[in-house]
């Protein structure tokens, strides 16, 4: 019989690529929530195989009468304000809007009596902050030191589902993914903008001139349909309660990726540094040890960093 499984955020950049993989395997049935008709633009290709609903997950009744009704045995919690950037000007929202999404979540879970239904609590690498030389790679129980608040709605959620777990024998499994990527990403992340502004520039939209902030920066990085498998691998194979890091193992600084998709223009163009690009405060490495997850399921990246700039540079040029 096919699992049912909920993704909430469906419509959204790592919610369309978990639906498409997972229609690719044809023993689940997907249902899924959205927020903003906007976003239905990610799944146009195979919406109609889906179970889609608009539902405002800070509604806590409207998400208790939804799970109830669905009874799903899989939930993939995705749905949250993802940008670490505007966390800076909007800390409240985001905390807010975060937290209270994943709490009504679980709060309907556990009032629906769904005791054997896994939900995948997404969190996020940005939770341990800035790390020291001393702790990389980074493994889960390296310290926190978040520089914003995206981090710590992220810290939030990330010990909610813990709680649930021990306080209500909730299956919940949590995640910290590093840094992914990929077509379909929205504005307000480093690799979707600079693709952004290299296709403008390409189609003569805007002059050939890329202001940049900080550039040092390292990262680990992964295509975003390798973490989508890295996800259903943990949702079916994690152990209740732990929690596990999801990331390539290799960190890239943020220059070597603008001169990947810098050579892959037709185009010349010239950098400048902004200084207003800069955020308030930044890590300058962070990269993956992976080795609990990997040891559990045996998931290793299978996408090459090039190709996956390549098609997040074509996907901007299509839909420019």
């Known amino acids: 019989m096919a699992k049912k499984v909920l993704i909430t955020g469906i419509s959204g950049f790592v919610g369309s690529h978990l639906a498409e993989y997972l229609l690719s395997h044809k023993n689940y ?14 799944v146009k290709g195979f919406k109609e195989k889906l179970h889609i609903t608009q539902v405002d997950l800070k509604n806590s009744e409207v998400v208790y009468r939804l799970i109830k009704a669905l009874k799903p045995d ?19 929202e985001t905390i807010v809007n975060n937290v209270t999404a994943e709490a009504n979540v679980l ?4 009032n629906a009596h769904l005791l054997d239904c896994r939900v995948l609590v997404v969190s996020s690498a940005d939770v341990y902050g800035k790390v020291s030389k001393k702790d990389l790679p980074i493994d889960e129980d390296t310290s926190f030191h978040p520089t914003n608040a995206y981090a710590v709605s992220k810290i939030a959620q990330d010990f909610l589902g813990l709680q649930y777990a021990i306080a209500y024998g909730l299956k919940v499994i949590r995640t910290r ?5 990929g077509p379909r990403q929205s504005l ?6 600079f693709a952004y502004k290299i296709a403008k520039i390409e189609k003569e939209k805007m002059t050939p001139v890329l202001r940049v902030g900080n550039l040092d920066s390292k990262r680990d990085y992964t295509d975003v349909r390798d973490m989508v498998k890295a996800y259903v691998l943990l949702i079916e194979k994690g152990e209740v309660g732990e929690v596990y890091n999801i990331g390539s193992g290799i960190s890239y600084k943020t220059s070597d990726l603008l001169h990947i998709l810098l050579s892959l223009s037709t185009v010349k163009i010239s ?16 990269v993956c040890d992976n080795r609990k997850f990997v040891k ?18 074509d996907y901007w040029r299509r839909i420019l």
């Open 271 to 286: 950098i400048e540094v902004d200084a207003a690009l800069f955020r308030p405060q930044d890590s300058p490495d962070r």
């Open 74 to 92: 899989l939930i993939f919690h995705l749905a949250a304000l993802p940008a670490v950037g505007s966390s800076f000007d909007r800390p409240v």
């Open 177 to 181: 993914p590093f840094n992914h990527f």
């Open 107 to 110: 709060e309907a879970v556990k």
């Open 29 to 42: 049935t997907i249902s899924g929530t959205y927020l903003s008709e906007k976003s239905l633009v990610n």
């Open 296 to 313: 559990l399921t045996g998931w290793k990246p299978t996408i090459p960093i090039h190709t996956t700039l390549k098609e997040t540079l």
């Open 188 to 193: 307000g992340f480093v690799v979707a903008d």
